[in-house]
């Protein structure tokens, strides 16, 4: 598991993940992390697909892929959010919606692969913080 933060680069796009302010890893933009509040992810171990990332979209913004049985910790601003995964090629997903606020700072969401007869459905379920796996 990884204490790093990801991040998009506001000025090449390039998704990351690092452990502190710093410089874009391409193109040497100062990034500075949000510091309000934490959505973290953890992609439940399964059988299924497991060689395939999922994609993650936060507001509708990619923000690259996580692996099965790990997870990412993304720095956000307060406000409302919408976590949208796929999973290869399958579109299909059960979003969540939720807010980041300074009442509930760091927002722990589960994502696994629910079998369908022709296609698999991704499942983001917000969940309590001491059901999430150490980082
Ligand atoms: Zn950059």
Redesign the pocket.
């Known amino acids: 598991m990884s204490q790093l933060l990801r991040i998009k680069?506001p000025?090449?796009g390039?998704v990351q993940d690092i452990a502190a302010n710093g410089p874009?890893q391409?193109?040497s933009?100062a990034l500075n992390l949000p510091e309000d509040g934490v959505i973290q992810i953890y992609r439940m171990g399964s059988p299924l697909g497991v060689a395939v990332g999922m994609s993650i979209y936060l507001n509708e913004v990619p923000l690259g892929h996580l692996a099965n049985a790990e997870s990412i910790r993304i720095p956000v601003a307060y406000g409302h959010y919408k976590l949208h995964m796929t999973h290869g090629m399958n579109r299909k997903c059960k979003d969540a919606e939720f807010d980041v606020t300074p009442q509930e700072r760091i927002v722990c969401l589960k994502a696994h692969l629910k079998m369908g007869l022709i296609t698999n459905t991704v499942v983001i379920e917000k969940v309590a913080a001491e059901t999430m796996p150490p980082l």
Request: net charge positive.
């Open positions: 680069c000025s090449c390039t874009c391409k193109c933009t």
